[in-house]
């Protein structure tokens, strides 16, 4: 596997400067952020010193946790403020950078990816602990929709009446439908597409989707890649290195270029109005 993996892991470390304390004391302080500790992240350099299991990506990675443990660190199942925000891992696979490592993929290769992801969203999910399975930080990819808001703190959830927004996935698609289908995709470069798709821009297919969910497709047009936000925080090396494995695998398998995995994304869909155009017909109009 040669697809550069970037690992996000905010555990909090204790600082040096920290004053004595009992054992419990400090594992609270930990746990919460409190004083005398700092968050910590672990990015991949850039391209072309990319982290890659070809050339010991793996190796960096088991490495930088080795020595948090050593530090002493927690990783915290929820903020302190309990708004979300908990310690988490994230691991972007290059898709579209060509001076980084893996396989560039077209537009299409990365939605068959997607909808390989949201049609495993409720396994990959158990891959996790279950603090994490309704993180609106890393929210869940439902092909029904979102079921929570970002606002909501998480024994909340489901209960406020707020608007959803975010993590639409239908919504999502019915914009790529509508793209696909416009007379002037065909004429469009790739780069063209991406941004059409992809951009950071509200105008954009993916902002119906935004950044805080299981796969942020954002980070395409700013980085080149697929970020996979699901995993809890952890310092065993071993289960974060497979982890990433698995992500980059996930990749490799899903996105169609050997033919096996293909999706008609210009199609219409069962929608209830038997017409098969993605609406929903209220029967209005006509004559």
Not at 98 to 120: D, E, K, M, N, P
Not at 146 to 164: I, L
Not at 175 to 203: H, I, K, T
Not at 221 to 235: A, D, N
Request: aromatic fraction near 8%; include cysteine.
């Amino acid at each position: 596997m040669d697809d550069v993996c970037c690992l996000q892991d905010g555990v909090v470390v204790e600082s040096p400067a920290a004053q004595p304390d009992s054992v419990k004391g400090a594992c609270l302080r930990l746990l919460l952020g409190g004083a005398h500790t700092m968050k910590s992240e672990f990015k991949s350099p850039p391209p072309p010193h990319d982290l890659r299991f070809s050339t010991g990506g793996g190796a960096e990675i088991g490495l930088y946790v080795k020595m948090l443990r050593h530090m002493g660190a927690a990783c915290p199942p929820l903020s302190a403020t309990g708004g979300g925000g908990c310690c988490s891992v994230h691991i972007h696979v290059n898709v579209f950078n060509a001076a980084a490592g893996g396989s560039i993929l077209t537009c299409r290769q990365v939605l068959c990816v997607f909808l390989a992801w949201v049609r495993f969203d409720l396994v990959t999910s158990r891959f996790a602990r279950p603090w994490m399975w309704r993180e609106p930080s890393a929210a869940p990819l439902y092909a029904t929709g979102a079921e929570f808001t970002w606002g909501e703190r998480p024994w909340e959830q489901g209960r406020s009446g707020a608007e959803r927004r975010g993590y639409d996935v239908p919504l999502f698609l019915k914009r790529v439908r509508a793209l696909m289908r416009s007379p002037a995709y065909a004429d469009m470069s790739e780069s063209e597409r991406m941004q059409q798709l992809f951009g950071r821009g509200n105008a954009s297919a993916v902002a119906a989707l935004g950044r805080s969910c299981s796969m942020n497709l954002r980070r395409l047009t700013s980085y080149g890649t697929m970020e996979v936000r699901r995993f809890h925080g952890c310092l065993n090396e071993a289960v974060l290195v497979r982890w990433a494995a698995f992500c980059v695998a996930f990749v490799e398998r899903f996105h169609g270029q050997d033919g096996e995995e293909r999706h008609d994304l210009t199609a219409g869909h069962h929608d209830g109005d038997g017409d098969g155009d993605g609406d929903d017909d209220d029967g209005g109009g006509g004559g």
